[in-house]
């Protein structure tokens, strides 16, 4: 069965960098572009950036644009994440989830599968 | 990309029917027949319950519909179980290789 395991999350001060990792298992990996989805405490959730299944299309929300990367290892079957100047309010849990459609343009259909989140707090 | 909007809050007893709304513009929701619905019990990830306006994944009981008109999406769950109560969010392509949430909606069963 699929499964999606972030990782990567803690504690971080403003400023300093972070890097999250996805591993993905039970389907072809390499077929299939990947988002990170967050939600803040007791908020709902936002869509930050997805990545098209051979890595060479990214897209941002305009809240972490120049300051993530998304990025996609298909021999390794990992996506990463890589967060600098972070911020209080990027604080949250970051959900990793795959795109239906089988090299499917980025974002343009719903997101089928999600991993269980890893949560980021960014304080001092 | 701003968020969608839903109502904070919903309710309904068992066995009755509840129905949110998602608007957005016709940049996201009103352009496009990529609209999803996702249920999310506390604590727990988002699970997907319709994609494409009205298609439900299988084993989403068929109690859970959608639907869309111009700018606005809805979701009706239908004969209300125990269980349905969670939050519930839509979601929208939105052009250029974006998508965008809605506000989240919070379902009680009363």
């Known amino acids: 069965q699929v499964q999606l395991v972030e990782s990567g999350g803690g504690v971080v001060q403003p400023g300093r960098s972070l890097r999250l990792s996805c591993a993905a298992s039970g389907f072809t990996f390499s077929s299939y572009a990947m988002h990170w989805v967050r939600q803040a405490p007791g908020k709902g959730l936002e869509w930050v950036a997805v990545?098209?299944?051979?890595?060479?299309?990214?897209y941002y929300a305009d809240s972490v644009k120049g300051r993530f990367t998304i990025s996609r290892d298909n021999s390794k079957n990992t996506l990463y994440l890589q967060m600098n100047s972070l911020r209080a309010e990027d604080t949250a849990v970051y959900y990793c989830?795959?795109?239906?459609?089988?090299?499917?343009?980025?974002?343009?259909?719903?997101?089928?599968?999600w991993g269980q989140g890893t949560l980021v707090t960014v304080s001092s | 990309q701003s968020a969608l909007t839903q109502p904070p809050s919903a309710s309904g007893s068992p066995g009755q029917s509840v129905t949110i709304s998602c608007t957005g513009t016709?940049?996201?929701?009103?352009?496009?027949?990529?609209v999803s619905w996702y249920q999310q019990h506390p604590g727990k990830a988002p699970q997907l319950i319709i994609y494409e306006v009205s298609k439900r994944p299988s084993g989403v009981p068929d109690r859970f519909s959608g639907s869309k008109s111009g700018n606005t999406a809805s979701l009706t769950v239908s004969g209300l179980h125990t269980e349905d109560e969670a939050d519930y969010y839509c979601s929208s392509y939105a052009g250029s290789n974006n998508r965008v949430f809605g506000t989240g909606t919070k379902v009680t069963v009363l």
């Open positions: 990545i098209s299944y051979d890595g060479s299309n990214k």
């Open positions: 989830a795959s795109q239906e459609g089988y090299r499917s343009r980025p974002g343009l259909s719903h997101l089928d599968y």
């Open positions: 016709s940049s996201d929701v009103g352009g496009y027949n990529y």
